[in-house]
C-alpha cells in the first residue's frame, strides 16, 4: 500500500489522467441517485481483499461520480456555487499528493507563509490593520463559530470575568442558519433577531430601536453584533456601517459574515457597499465561492489575532513543541486542530493570475447578474423581488405556487439544461440564480428565464 510500486504508479498516471480530463473540458451537470440504484450498480466496495485498481477506479468513472453534481458548471446556479480557477484546481491535487500538515509553523511553515500572504490580500481588501490575522478555517460554520467564541471569551475578558445571566448576539431574519445554529445550539447564546428593512437588511438605526426596547440585563448580555455582506437568500449587503456605531457605543464585538459575498471588496463597481468592514472585529470570506477555490476553505480573520489565539488554541503536554507564542500555527486561531494546507489552491491561483484577474473575473460575473435582472425586468411572466445588490437573483414566475417551481426544477435537471432549486422569501415561494462562475453567460440566463413560460 505505502511503497511506489509499477501497479501504483499506473494508478497515479490513469488518475492524473482523469484529472487533466476534468480540468480539460465542461462535463455534464450529472444528477443524484438512489441508495438503491448505487446500490444495485455498485455493491460492496469495502471489502477484505479489495477490489483492484481497474474495478475501484471504473466504479468512481461509471457510477460514483456521475452521481456527483458538477458545481462548476456555468448553468449551476443554486445554493451558491463555486468556480475553482484550472490553477487552483491543478494545485489542489498537488497539495493532497504532498499530505502537508497546516496546522502549525514548525510543520508546515512554508505553506503557512503562502497562505498567511493570502489572508494578507484579504485583509487588506477589508481595511483591516497590518496587525490582523487569521486562518483558513473548513468552511463558513467553522469560521463563524470560531470567530465568536472569540467574541464572548473577549468580553467576559472585559467583564473582569464577570458572566450576564444570559449571553445574547444580534442577527436578523437573514443571517446565515449556520451563525444561528452555532449560536442556539453549540454555544447556548440568546438570538436577538432585528427587523430587516424592506431588501431584509439589519441596519443601524433598526438595531438601535430594537436594543432600546429590551430589558437592562438582555442587553447587558449582549456581546456581539453579526453582520451580512451579501446574504445567501437574496445576496444583500447589512448596513455594516451604521452596525458599527451601535456595536461601538455598547463596546460589543463586530462580526462580518462575508463567506458569499466579501468577495465582492475585490469589485471597485461594489466596494461602496461594505464600508463599515474596516471596523470589524471579525471577518470571513469563503474563497472557495466567488474566489475561485476549490472546497473547501474559509479564510477567517481577526482584527486583533490574539483574541482568536485566547480562544481558541488547545493546549496539552505533546502539543507543547508547537504552541509556542512567537510562531504563527494557523489551529490557533479556529475550533480545528487538525489541518489540511486549505488555503494553498486559493494562493496559488492568486499568484500564477494576479489580483487584478481577480477584479476582472468578479465584476464579470457582476455583470452578467446585472443583464440577468434587466431580462427578467424586461419579461411579463417573472418580477424581480429584491434588487441585486452582488451577483444573486431572487425572483418569482407569476402565478405559481411551490409545486410549479419543484416541477420545472426537476425537469431542468432531468434534461441536464441547468440545476435552478426552488426557495422562499417571507414565506412567498420563489427561485434564484447564484452567478459566481465566470463562464456562466447572460444567454444561459436567458434560457432558463423563458423555460418559465
Given at each position: 500500500m505505502h511503497?511506489?510500486?509499477p501497479d501504483a504508479e499506473r494508478l497515479a498516471r490513469?488518475?492524473?489522467?482523469?484529472?487533466?480530463?476534468?480540468?480539460?473540458?465542461?462535463h455534464p451537470l450529472n444528477r443524484p441517485a438512489s441508495p438503491e440504484r448505487l446500490e444495485a450498480a455498485a455493491g460492496p466496495t469495502v471489502v477484505p481483499h479489495g477490489l483492484g485498481a481497474d474495478e475501484a477506479l471504473r466504479l468512481w468513472a461509471d457510477v460514483l461520480g456521475p452521481a456527483c453534481l458538477n458545481i462548476d458548471h456555468p448553468r449551476y446556479l443554486s445554493f451558491i456555487p463555486g468556480a475553482p480557477s484550472k490553477a487552483a484546481a491543478a494545485f489542489d491535487m498537488l497539495v493532497g499528493a504532498s499530505n502537508v500538515y497546516a496546522g502549525s509553523w514548525l510543520e508546515g511553515s512554508g505553506a503557512v507563509y503562502a497562505e498567511n500572504q493570502a489572508l494578507r490580500w484579504i485583509a487588506d481588501l477589508a481595511g483591516l490593520p497590518p496587525t490582523a490575522g487569521g486562518v483558513f478555517a473548513q468552511g463558513g460554520t467553522v469560521a463563524n463559530l470560531s470567530a465568536l467564541v472569540a467574541a464572548r471569551e473577549a468580553a467576559l475578558e472585559r467583564r473582569s470575568s464577570r458572566r450576564p445571566p444570559r449571553w445574547a448576539v444580534c442577527v436578523t431574519e437573514?443571517?446565515?442558519?449556520?451563525v444561528k445554529h452555532?449560536?442556539?445550539?453549540?454555544?447556548?447564546v440568546e438570538i436577538?433577531?432585528?427587523p430587516g428593512d424592506e431588501r431584509g437588511r439589519m441596519t443601524g438605526s433598526a438595531l438601535r430601536q430594537t436594543i432600546s426596547e429590551l430589558s437592562a440585563s438582555t442587553v447587558d448580555g449582549i456581546f456581539a453584533a453579526v453582520a451580512t455582506a451579501g446574504t445567501t437568500n437574496a445576496g444583500v449587503v447589512d448596513d455594516i456601517e451604521g452596525i458599527a456605531d451601535v456595536a461601538a457605543e455598547h463596546n460589543w464585538w463586530l462580526h462580518v459574515d462575508g463567506a458569499y459575498g466579501g468577495a465582492g471588496l475585490v469589485a471597485p463597481s461594489i466596494r461602496h457597499l461594505f464600508r463599515g468592514v474596516e471596523r470589524a472585529d471579525s471577518f470571513i470570506v469563503d474563497?472557495?465561492?466567488w474566489l475561485f477555490a476549490p472546497f473547501d476553505s474559509c479564510a477567517l480573520l481577526y482584527r486583533d489575532p490574539v483574541l482568536g489565539r485566547a480562544a481558541n488554541a488547545l493546549y496539552a503536554g505533546y502539543l507543547d513543541p508547537v504552541t509556542a507564542e512567537d510562531e504563527w500555527n494557523p489551529s490557533d486561531f479556529s475550533i480545528q486542530l487538525s489541518r489540511r494546507a486549505r488555503g494553498l489552491p486559493f494562493w496559488f491561483s492568486l499568484a500564477v493570475h494576479g489580483t487584478d484577474a481577480y477584479r476582472d473575473a468578479i465584476e464579470r460575473t457582476l455583470e452578467v447578474a446585472r443583464a440577468g435582472a434587466a431580462i427578467i425586468r424586461a419579461a411579463d411572466h417573472v418580477r424581480l423581488i429584491v434588487e441585486p445588490d452582488l451577483s444573486v437573483l431572487l425572483?418569482?414566475?407569476?402565478?405559481?405556487t411551490a409545486d410549479h417551481y419543484a416541477r420545472w426544477s426537476a425537469r431542468l435537471?432531468?434534461?441536464?439544461?441547468?440545476f435552478v432549486t426552488p426557495t422562499r422569501h417571507r414565506n412567498q415561494p420563489c427561485t434564484r440564480f447564484a452567478i459566481v462562475n465566470p463562464l456562466t453567460t447572460a444567454d444561459d440566463l436567458a434560457l432558463i428565464i423563458d423555460s418559465m413560460r
Open positions: 511503497r511506489y510500486t490513469a488518475l492524473a489522467d482523469d484529472c487533466l480530463d476534468r480540468l480539460a473540458r465542461m437573514e443571517t446565515h442558519s449556520s452555532a449560536l442556539r445550539v453549540v454555544m447556548d436577538i433577531e432585528i474563497p472557495h465561492k425572483f418569482e414566475r407569476i402565478g405559481w435537471l432531468a434534461e441536464q439544461v441547468a
